[in-house]
């Protein structure tokens, strides 16, 4: 089992910047994939960006490529989510997921264990 708890998230003005956390329970951190997804209210969650437990392969959306990046602390069982020149359409709560697998997984279905959520409104 594992438990996911995001941080970071807020209110920026169109532009800026904020950098999301993910805190991983349990000693097995290393071996999972972990991603990032989000969901704006009255759309379905999609997916945002991943990465293999090594943090060797990343893979995102392209509507963050180029903005975004995704990283990962396996000695401080921690995934980020560095998100710069921020746009309105990225408003939504952004949810960090794991997968019982090494490689990278793009789809919700591919995770099995997901954080609470935590919210990024972007100010025009």
């Known amino acids: 089992q594992v438990q996911l708890v995001e941080s970071g998230g807020g209110l920026v003005q169109a532009g800026g910047s904020l950098r999301l956390s993910c805190a991983a329970s349990g000693r097995t951190f290393s071996s999972y994939a972990m991603g990032w997804f989000r969901q704006a209210p009255g759309k379905e969650r999609e997916f945002v960006a991943a990465i293999s437990a090594s943090g060797g392969n990343t893979y995102y959306a392209d509507s963050v490529k180029g903005r975004f990046t995704i990283s990962r602390d396996n000695a401080k069982n921690t995934v980020y989510l560095q998100m710069n020149s921020l746009k309105p359409e990225d408003t939504a709560v952004y949810y960090c997921?794991?997968?019982?697998?090494?490689?990278?997984?793009?789809?919700?279905?591919?995770?099995?264990?997901w954080g609470q959520g935590t919210q990024v409104t972007v100010s025009s």
């Open positions: 997921a794991a997968a019982r697998s090494s490689y990278t997984r793009t789809t919700a279905a591919g995770y099995d264990y």
